[in-house]
């Protein structure tokens, strides 16, 4: 009788299991409300995140300090967050309408308050997922912060290596320095990181603010500072989650807020009837491609509408900017920033108040009904917010007197931002089906975009599964290779697609919300490719790469609705 090998396990198993027991440590740490992340209570967190070694936190698992994934957690971190011995998650409980001052990281929408010299509060409003992107964050950060305090002690914990008291001595006094002073001190702290003179000179640049140029040296201060106090003095550093946000999370309070302004919105301007098309984009490529051909013609160059939108995206176009926005919002915009907390704005165009002829346009698609579309969009959702946003949006508007309007929802777009698994980035994904990750649950839908339809425009065009993840900054390479060399043919993953197609398909096609007729739109373009060396969410972002494949599929999509 032959008896199978029990074959040990892959590095992609070991990464799989690795995953789950991160997101069960910070269920159950959630549900506990308050844990020590360098004690006992987040031995568990911690062990796994080394474990799986994430490519966009590089070296956490070494003993140099990782510094391009110190880059892309400061920059999704409130300013100061490394001083503070006590972060505190918290709902929306008012914090905004005190004298705290919000502080609101550059890569994140997330509203963040300095309570006192030890405390940070910040603000979840944006569901679980928000809350595992905080927790890696900080667990990253605490691990570095712990590399440095190994790095600077000496003596059994008794004294200080002299590059650490000279850096202790600028940052406490405040001292202003000169270039020659600061390379020095840069040749000081490369040593306390492990790293090289270039890189951390290159680090400083990056982190370096106008008013504070010399941030990287406070930064790398603080870390080591409280670290040092954990294992000296025992003061461990605390995360707790206040029993408001406990209460509140996944019972759409902040989604069904939203949703309610947008269709209160639709009520007032008459427009609840009308043919409606949703699309999950950015603020403004949708508004760009409609309004800016009109406002802006003699800007275009050799008859190449790209041109115009490249322009557009440079920093020092505001006044351009302003030009097509001031014409959109006489012409059929209306534009709802986000009260609810969910940080999705939103911008609601009617089409009958657009000369259409003047566009890049034609009406093809919308001439068999008498009504005009009236287009829908939002801003970019969050992780599991996907799900909590498309669900109460397309539930029946309640209206006077207990009266019920379904929303007639033609079609629904979803574009976004994705990592790449063949290809690079800027290119483009056409999704067939979502998976969510950990899971074979799986989401095949008919995608009314198509390979074919993108040839001629300039950038790769790839097909297949898209893998919605539970956070992009959980995934390395022996996982991604899996998804894209297994049977699953995966060409992306990102973290919403699963959640709105689960949204899109019980209220089309159980609650009938929506017609089941509803047609979906699916395209991502690539922002980094984390099977590549260098490639990785932290080697920084598109630049102009992002703005072709960015208009590219919009106008594949508003070519659908026209």
Same mark, same amino acid.
């Given at each position: 009788?032959?008896?199978?090998?029990?074959?040990? /396990?892959? *590095?992609?198993?070991?990464?799989?299991?690795?995953?789950?027991?991160?997101?069960?440590?910070?269920?159950?740490?959630?549900?506990?409300?308050?844990?020590?992340?360098?004690?006992?209570?987040?031995?568990?967190?911690?062990?796994?995140?080394?474990?799986? /070694?994430?490519?966009?936190?590089?070296?956490?698992?070494?003993?140099?300090?990782?510094?391009?994934?110190?880059?892309?957690? @400061?920059?999704?971190?409130?300013?100061?967050?490394?001083?503070?011995?006590?972060?505190?998650?918290?709902?929306?409980?008012?914090?905004?309408?005190?004298?705290?001052?919000?502080?609101?990281?550059?890569?994140?929408? *997330?509203?963040?308050? *300095?309570?006192? &010299?030890?405390?940070?509060? $910040?603000?979840?409003? *944006?569901?679980?997922?928000?809350?595992?992107?905080?927790?890696?964050?900080?667990?990253?950060?605490?691990?570095?912060?712990?590399?440095?305090?190994?790095?600077?002690?000496?003596?059994?914990?008794?004294?200080?290596?002299?590059?650490?008291?000279?850096?202790?001595?600028?940052?406490?006094?405040?001292?202003?320095?000169?270039?020659?002073?600061?390379?020095?001190?840069?040749?000081?702290?490369?040593?306390?990181?492990? /790293?090289?003179?270039?890189?951390? =000179?290159?680090?400083?640049? @990056?982190?370096?603010?106008?008013?504070?140029?010399?941030?990287?040296?406070?930064? @790398?201060?603080?870390?080591?500072?409280?670290? %040092? #106090?954990?294992?000296?003095?025992? /003061?461990?550093?605390?995360?707790?989650?206040?029993?408001?946000?406990?209460?509140?999370?996944?019972?759409?309070?902040?989604?069904?807020?939203?949703?309610?302004?947008?269709?209160?919105?639709?009520?007032?301007?008459?427009?609840?009837?009308?043919? %409606?098309?949703?699309?999950?984009?950015?603020?403004?490529?949708?508004?760009?491609?409609?309004?800016?051909?009109?406002?802006?013609?003699?800007?275009?160059?050799?008859?190449?509408?790209?041109?115009?939108?490249?322009?557009?995206?440079?920093?020092? #176009?505001?006044?351009?900017?302003?030009?097509?926005?001031?014409?959109?919002?006489? #012409?059929?915009? $209306?534009?709802?920033?986000?009260?609810?907390?969910?940080?999705?704005?939103?911008?609601? $165009?009617?089409?009958?108040?657009?000369?259409?002829? &003047?566009?890049?346009?034609?009406?093809?698609?919308?001439?068999?009904?008498?009504?005009?579309?009236? @287009?829908?969009?939002?801003?970019?959702?969050?992780?599991? =917010?996907?799900?909590?946003?498309?669900?109460?949006?397309?539930?029946?508007?309640?209206?006077?007197?207990?009266?019920?309007?379904?929303?007639?929802?033609?079609?629904?777009? $979803?574009?976004?931002?994705?990592?790449?698994?063949?290809?690079?980035?800027?290119?483009?994904?056409?999704?067939?089906?979502?998976?969510?990750?950990?899971?074979?649950?799986?989401?095949?839908?008919? #995608?009314?975009? &198509?390979?074919?339809?993108?040839?001629?425009?300039?950038?790769?065009?790839?097909?297949?599964?898209?893998?919605?993840?539970?956070?992009?900054?959980?995934?390395?390479?022996?996982?991604?290779?899996?998804?894209?060399?297994?049977?699953?043919?995966?060409?992306?993953?990102?973290?919403?697609?699963?959640?709105? =197609? &689960?949204?899109?398909?019980?209220?089309?096609?159980?609650?009938?919300?929506?017609?089941?007729?509803?047609?979906?739109?699916?395209?991502?373009?690539?922002?980094?490719?984390?099977?590549?060396?260098?490639?990785?969410?932290?080697?920084?972002?598109?630049?102009?790469?992002?703005?072709?494949?960015?208009?590219?599929?919009? =106008?594949?999509?508003?070519?659908?609705?026209?």
């Amino acid at each position: 009788m032959e008896h199978s090998k029990i074959q040990g /396990r892959t *590095r992609a198993q070991e990464s799989s299991s690795a995953i789950e027991r991160l997101y069960i440590s910070m269920r159950h740490l959630f549900s506990r409300g308050f844990y020590k992340p360098m004690g006992i209570s987040g031995d568990a967190l911690r062990e796994s995140l080394l474990l799986l /070694r994430p490519e966009i936190y590089g070296s956490i698992a070494e003993e140099k300090v990782e510094l391009n994934g110190l880059i892309y957690v @400061i920059e999704r971190l409130p300013t100061g967050i490394e001083e503070c011995r006590f972060i505190n998650l918290t709902a929306d409980e008012g914090y905004s309408k005190s004298h705290f001052k919000a502080i609101i990281p550059p890569k994140r929408r *997330r509203n963040c308050f *300095r309570i006192d &010299k030890d405390q940070m509060n $910040i603000e979840v409003t *944006r569901g679980r997922s928000e809350i595992y992107d905080i927790l890696t964050h900080l667990t990253f950060l605490f691990i570095e912060s712990h590399k440095i305090a190994s790095k600077v002690l000496i003596n059994n914990g008794n004294d200080f290596i002299r590059e650490w008291k000279k850096l202790a001595d600028v940052v406490i006094h405040n001292k202003k320095i000169s270039g020659d002073e600061r390379d020095i001190m840069l040749a000081h702290l490369a040593s306390i990181l492990g /790293r090289s003179f270039e890189e951390t =000179q290159k680090v400083h640049e @990056i982190l370096g603010e106008e008013n504070n140029p010399d941030r990287l040296f406070q930064i @790398i201060y603080w870390l080591g500072r409280l670290a %040092i #106090n954990e294992k000296i003095e025992k /003061r461990g550093r605390a995360i707790s989650f206040s029993p408001i946000l406990r209460e509140r999370l996944g019972h759409h309070v902040y989604g069904e807020m939203w949703a309610n302004k947008i269709k209160n919105k639709l009520n007032e301007h008459n427009l609840l009837e009308r043919p %409606i098309h949703i699309i999950s984009a950015n603020m403004h490529s949708v508004m760009n491609s409609i309004y800016a051909p009109i406002v802006l013609p003699k800007q275009i160059k050799d008859n190449n509408i790209i041109s115009l939108f490249e322009l557009l995206s440079k920093d020092d #176009n505001e006044d351009l900017r302003a030009q097509v926005k001031n014409y959109a919002s006489k #012409n059929g915009l $209306i534009y709802l920033k986000d009260t609810s907390g969910t940080n999705i704005n939103v911008q609601i $165009i009617d089409t009958e108040k657009i000369d259409i002829p &003047k566009t890049n346009y034609t009406l093809n698609n919308s001439l068999v009904n008498e009504q005009k579309p009236v @287009i829908i969009v939002m801003d970019y959702a969050f992780g599991e =917010q996907a799900y909590e946003t498309m669900d109460e949006l397309l539930k029946p508007f309640i209206g006077a007197k207990g009266k019920k309007y379904h929303l007639n929802v033609e079609s629904i777009s $979803i574009m976004g931002k994705a990592g790449i698994l063949e290809g690079g980035k800027g290119d483009i994904m056409i999704p067939s089906s979502h998976i969510f990750e950990g899971t074979a649950d799986n989401y095949p839908f008919k #995608n009314q975009l &198509k390979k074919k339809m993108f040839e001629g425009c300039g950038v790769g065009v790839y097909t297949g599964a898209m893998v919605t993840v539970l956070g992009t900054s959980l995934q390395n390479k022996d996982i991604l290779k899996f998804f894209h060399n297994s049977t699953w043919k995966v060409t992306g993953l990102e973290m919403e697609g699963a959640h709105y =197609q &689960k949204a899109i398909q019980a209220a089309s096609k159980i609650r009938g919300n929506i017609s089941r007729k509803v047609k979906v739109n699916y395209a991502y373009y690539a922002s980094d490719n984390p099977l590549e060396t260098g490639s990785t969410l932290a080697s920084g972002g598109l630049g102009t790469t992002g703005v072709l494949p960015t208009y590219v599929i919009t =106008q594949k999509i508003l070519e659908q609705i026209f």
